[in-house]
């Protein structure tokens, strides 16, 4: 069987690593045991000769050990990769065989259904806390990730989600299928003769409240993969409960190319879709200071919490990109603690 790599795959490919990189090493410094688990791992490798998702993430790790080997030559790292097909299993052990690992990597290959080789596994750890996870569950199709796994997994503390939301296939099969377990409730059938942009809005927003309400995640963000027709792909779904793994996953998405052929869109927010570019459009973050902070004082560590927490931007478009021009327009006043910028302390007074 041929494994090829489609395009799509190198958008998500791009977000993950540029994730990657930074949680492996955050992480890592600061727990004895870390996890990733990889939840429709597949064969390894692509027919064109591309790492796999499991391969990428085990390299990845693997450069930031060396690199920081006196740092982390005591910590664990614990990888579960899962995948259903034999074959593929089979070619997954054996490009991880072909790897050289420090002796501190645990990687386990189980052949079987994701759901129920996780849900085993939570049975086994029973009450214990779970490590820190990051749990990349990139399914095939509409089924195999019960909404109820996901919520049991970020029912552990320093657990994380970047689900793949198969957006295209549950519509195609929204008059045949009974998708009740993949969102963990009925509400989905509300949605069925919605057309166009508001059945995407629908059904995506509804996983995301899924998390927040029933699964109790505190932070969740969606973003759509776009091709040059301006058609969505697909969501990919991100949870965390730890406002720098937020953070993190918002910068890995600006800081991905597309190269043209695909856009990525933030779309949490319903009616602020943000698009990420090299040259965004940051008139929304300036609507949204102005209106989320309208006859206040409040200090730019403030802000900045709420550009993180509530909004698709980074701290780095805040200060040179959108408050500097705001001071110069007379629009904002500025008590800073030093001679220039917005150092730690600055008091920043909105208009009514």
Partial sequence: MTWEMPAHTRAKHVILRNYLNAW???MAFTN???????????????TGGEDGSPIMALNIANDIYNTHKAKLQNKEFVFLFTEASKSNYE???????????????????????????????????????LAPTFAFIDPFGTKGVPFDLVKRIMSYKSCEVFFNHMYSGVVRSVHTTDHTELYGTD?????????????????????????????????????DIRNTRNATIFDLIYATNNEIGLDKMKTAMWKADPQGNFTFRDTTNK?????FEDEPDLSPLRRELLENFAGKTVSIETIEQFVITETAYLTSHIRRKTLTPLEKEGIISVNRTGKSGFPSGTKISFPS
């Fill in 32 to 46: 004895p045991r870390i996890v990733y688990i990889d939840g429709f791992a597949g064969p390894g490798r692509y």
């Fill in 91 to 129: 070619s997954l052990i054996e490009e991880i065989d072909d790897l050289t690992l420090p002796n501190n990597f645990k990687v386990m290959v189980e052949h079987g259904e994701f759901a129920d080789v996780l849900s085993d596994g939570l049975d086994k750890l029973g009450k214990n806390s």
């Fill in 187 to 223: 509400e989905w059938k509300e949605f069925v003769d919605l057309t166009g942009p508001d059945k995407h809005e629908a059904f995506t927003g509804l996983y995301a409240n899924q998390l927040n309400t029933e699964a109790k995640v505190k932070y969740v963000r969606t973003f």
């Fill in 271 to 275: 009616g602020q879709m943000v698009l």
């Fill in 24 to 26: 492996f090493p955050i």
